[in-house]
């Protein structure tokens, strides 16, 4: 396991104290306010210096664990409760009540908090119709797991736990659309390890995501082909079923230019249905141009905070206009992925985290 040296670990931890300072002091603030003691500021204390202590890079989270996660809990509420701050005032200063809209505002940072650390990815399920699909593919079932961010709060027991809940699905093919790790090689056999437990009939297929490339991308590729991956970077393969074929390709990373959808497609039938594997969802437009039939994607988080069940009103709008879930051109598809893990905060609002399981249909 790699270390980073001591004085990128000690300005880590720097920036982690003064990221933990400004989103906790408006929350403290106000709880010294209202309760008139400093029993806030002793709280806030008591959870985070023990953590920040003994940071010394993202790689190497702090020690105890249940230490690491009051920390993280915590901040994520004073962060939540901290975006609330302003529309909570003006609710206040309109003639609400003020124990209403304060109690709403903070059960909500606080259940945020919790879900940080405790929540695990919904399970969605969603109908492709493909125009032209085989008889045979009729029904066929393909899992998705993307963005799972392997790294300090993404530990190799809980990516363990979402495979087990993939593969209790029993789908027909399997796919992983990258960003397996954060950040660095400290995690790259213990998401090698865990992914390599995912099963289907026809095969785990991967695609590489700009994090991936965070790392020695030949390693990761190296350890998750030796558990039973195949990655897929500009090329594609056959999988067979009967007479019936599906062609399964994957594009490399967009960030770092090495994408080349031409050379994923090259070995396509003439006539057979295709998945594409593309972490990026800005190939859309390209995957369309060239008659794939279904894309899939992550890349996104769907912002990660977003106003719920509007997936336009999300930060995803930043990076692109194919921010989550469903979407369509003419008889092209793109499905994009929420993720199962985060990056940057670890945490979510209007952004659920989520695997997927999606069946394909004739139209």
């Known amino acids: 396991m790699s270390s980073r040296p001591p004085s990128r670990g000690y300005a880590y931890s720097l920036l982690a104290t003064l990221l933990a300072t400004v989103i906790q002091w408006p929350t ?61 005032s003006l609710a206040v200063r309109a003639g609400l009540s003020p124990e209403v809209v304060w109690g709403v505002v903070g059960v909500f940072a606080l259940a945020s908090g919790v879900k940080s650390v405790l929540g695990e990815p919904r399970l969605r399920r969603r109908e492709v119709r493909v125009e032209g699909l085989p008889p045979a593919l009729d029904g066929y079932r393909i899992g998705q797991i993307s963005d799972v961010h392997c790294g300090p709060e993404v530990s190799e027991q809980r990516v363990t736990r979402w495979v087990a809940r993939l593969n209790a699905l029993e789908v027909d093919l399997m796919t992983v659309t990258g960003d397996l790790i954060t950040h660095g090689a400290s995690h790259v056999e213990a998401v090698a390890r865990a992914l390599g437990g995912l099963r289907a009939r026809d095969g785990v297929f991967a695609c ?79 995957a369309h141009a060239r008659g794939v039939e279904l894309t899939l994607s992550g890349h996104t988080h769907g912002g990660q905070l977003a106003v719920p069940g509007v997936r336009r009103l999300s930060l995803a709008r930043i990076l692109t206009s194919w921010t989550a879930g469903m979407y369509r051109r003419e008889r092209s598809w793109l499905y994009v992925n929420l993720g199962a893990g985060t990056t940057g905060p670890p945490v979510r609002w209007g952004a659920p985290a989520e695997l997927v399981v999606l069946t394909l249909r004739r139209a």
Not at 42 to 55: C, D, F, N, T
Request: aromatic letters at 8%.
């Open 28 to 88: 403290v603030a106000w709880l010294q306010d209202t309760t008139r003691s400093a029993l806030p500021l002793l709280v806030a204390g008591l959870l985070s210096v023990p953590y920040l202590v003994q940071l010394r890079n993202p790689w190497h989270p702090a020690r105890p664990r249940f230490v690491a996660h009051l920390a993280l809990g915590w901040w994520v509420t004073c962060l939540v409760f901290d975006l609330l701050l302003i529309p909570a």
């Open 208 to 286: 590489m995501g700009n994090h991936d490339y965070f790392t020695e991308p030949e390693h990761l590729v190296r350890e998750l082909e030796r558990h039973g991956l195949q990655v897929l970077r500009n090329q594609g393969v056959v999988v067979e079923r009967g007479d019936a074929r599906l062609y399964v390709a994957g594009v490399d990373d967009t960030w770092t230019s090495r994408n080349d959808l031409t050379r994923a497609l090259a070995r396509r039938p003439e006539g057979v249905p295709t998945v594409l594997l593309a972490h990026d969802p800005d190939l859309f437009p390209m």
